[in-house]
């Protein structure tokens, strides 16, 4: 059963040009070709990636944002409350108002009571600044490392230069060993992100990301697989220039060193929109769409590799929106404040503020010095809510 379903999910009518055939990209006397079995090696390696970002953030990131000023917010405690919680926990962090009017009476609270403790229960599951430098540390040293070992292993090739070329004898491409290394090492840290997406961060974009993550895996497989690594190369290269500048901007952010994120993030915006919005659609997807056909017809391949290309310019054009958004914050205030994708920490109340509050709610009344909704006193009087 497996044979025959690997055999029909690697036609060559689907994958390769016309005419050419697996046959073909077979190794011998000493030529060797991608094979898609090669991909299997980033499974464990993505494991090990795993490993070391968890050594590194320990051994490296925590003594790194001490040494840089990094200070993690003071933040309130709640009191223990199991009516507050079980529904903290089980409906969601942000109840409605006549949620909270509902919780306030069975808890003998008041509403700003009732509020102030889902706050402060907000900001304890917040993560702190230390944790959030760690991450783009750990991110700033891949991207750094990967875009600089790809230029080292691409700038002596044509195909950098002049992408018209990637498709120069196509599919009879010979593997060089460093491109193959290079590959394997993107596929693992995109393989070990998606592990690592549920104890990560989650940001306002977090469905963006996990589209991004599959689309670059699938992207990174399916052109090893069909050797399109020459074009496949390009993109990965594109892609990591801008990235570690994005991290070293956050690092810096949440050291609070203003002035060198302010300068690190205009850099990061100017090369982000010329290699996204301008060399990304000008070179990359214009010889994926014309210069690739040139000399067969169009196949499935062709039409499902820039499917994922036109997919991956979508969530480029979703990411500039957000970039300008900043840039807009930017030009107001003087300064980049923070990452509009993140949820900022809520302010919560002085004590001397709570402590003019009357602390409970007793037989059914509600204290008339408060805020209240009408639904808090609907629900004092013995009401149901109608939900």
Request: glycine letters at 4%; proline letters at 5%; a positive charge.
């Amino acid at each position: 059963m497996w044979s025959s379903l690997n055999e029909w999910l690697w036609q060559e009518r689907l994958w390769l040009p016309p005419n050419y055939s697996w046959a073909q990209l077979e190794d011998r006397d000493g030529v060797v070709y991608a094979h898609p079995r090669d991909m299997l090696a980033a499974l464990p390696l993505a494991l090990a990636l795993v490993a070391m970002r968890i050594t590194f953030e320990r051994l490296v990131g925590q003594p790194l944002s001490r040494w840089l000023g990094v200070r993690d917010q003071a933040r309130k405690l709640v009191k223990p409350n199991a009516t507050l919680e079980k529904h903290f926990l089980m409906e969601g962090w942000r109840p409605k108002e006549t949620q909270i009017a509902v919780l306030a009476a069975q808890c003998g609270l008041t509403l700003r009571q009732t509020q102030h403790w889902f706050q402060r229960r907000r900001n304890q599951e917040r993560p702190c600044l230390t944790k959030k430098f760690c991450e783009a540390s750990w991110r700033f040293v891949f991207y750094l490392c990967s875009f600089f070992g790809g230029v080292s292993v691409l700038y002596n090739e044509s195909w950098l230069w002049r992408p018209e070329m990637c498709w120069d004898n196509y599919p009879i491409q010979p593997l060089k060993p460093a491109l193959y290394y290079w590959y394997l090492f993107e596929l693992s840290f995109y393989i070990s992100l998606l592990i690592t997406l549920p104890f990560d961060i989650r940001r306002k974009d977090f469905k963006e990301q996990v589209a991004h993550h599959f689309v670059t895996i699938i992207l990174i497989t399916f052109s090893y697989s069909t050797n399109l690594l020459r074009i496949g190369s390009l993109v990965l290269l594109l892609h990591d220039s801008a990235d570690y500048l994005l991290e070293a901007c956050k690092m810096f952010n949440y050291a609070r060193q203003q002035q060198v994120c302010n300068s690190l993030f205009i850099v990061f915006s100017l090369v982000f929109f010329y290699t996204r919005l301008v060399l990304f659609p000008t070179q990359i997807l214009y010889t994926t769409y014309y210069d690739s056909v040139t000399n067969w017809d169009p196949f499935f391949g062709y039409y499902f590799f820039n499917s994922l290309l036109l997919l991956l310019q979508l969530l480029h054009v979703f990411w500039s929106f957000l970039i300008l958004r900043m840039i807009h914050s930017f030009t107001k205030k003087g300064q980049m404040e923070k990452d509009i994708r993140s949820d900022a920490e809520e302010s919560d109340s002085s004590e001397e503020e709570a402590a003019q509050e009357h602390p409970q709610l007793k037989n059914g009344t509600v204290p008339t010095d408060g805020p209240r909704s009408r639904a808090a006193v609907w629900l004092a009087n013995g009401h149901k809510s109608a939900m």
